[in-house]
């Protein structure tokens, strides 16, 4: 257990000695407190069939990646008319997503409104489905897809995250 950490459980016995802490509110706001939320969201609709997908980590840092479709989950919404399907995976620790925020911002995918925001983005050789099976190694998960195939798809990428859950 890391030095924050215990400092952390000493301030919540400390509250909860003193009559100060609510212990059900105590679990809801440590959720987030080692680990991330990470979720796959799947459309497969429109885009002539090839659909989209993207990743979102519910963290102290939050990260929303939709590539090249801005990193904006509205816009997928309305692009797409429909809720995604979602996959929710394994948590991450805090070191993973340390390791994976300082790559995130040097990776072309994390800031939108970037001059070079999008133009490697390639229907066959690096889209949507590239960019999440990027970031899923990248937090550390076992992605059973070999390589960088070309014309990877959501679909595909959506089946293997299927695999990481279990």
């Known amino acids: 257990m890391s030095i924050s950490s215990y400092l952390f459980v000493f301030s919540l016995l400390f509250l909860t000695a003193c009559g100060q802490a609510d212990l059900a509110g105590v679990a809801a706001a440590t959720s987030n407190y080692d680990t991330a939320k990470v979720q796959v969201f799947y459309w497969d609709n429109k885009n002539l069939g090839f659909g989209h997908i993207a990743l979102n980590i519910d963290a102290a840092t939050p ?44 990776s072309p995918y994390s800031d939108s409104a970037r001059d070079t925001y999008g133009q490697d983005y ?20 076992h992605v059973p897809i070999n390589g960088t195939p070309l014309a990877l798809r959501p679909s595909q990428v959506y089946r293997a995250a299927s695999k990481i859950q279990r």
């Open 122 to 141: 390639h229907l066959l050789k690096h889209n949507c489905a590239h960019a999440v099976v990027n970031a899923l190694r990248k937090l550390e998960y």
């Open 63 to 106: 990260v929303y990646l939709s590539y090249a479709m801005g990193n904006d989950l509205a816009t997928d919404l309305q692009k797409h008319g429909k809720e995604p399907e979602v996959l929710l995976l394994p948590p991450r620790s805090s070191e993973e997503l340390s390791s994976f925020n300082d790559w995130y911002e040097q």
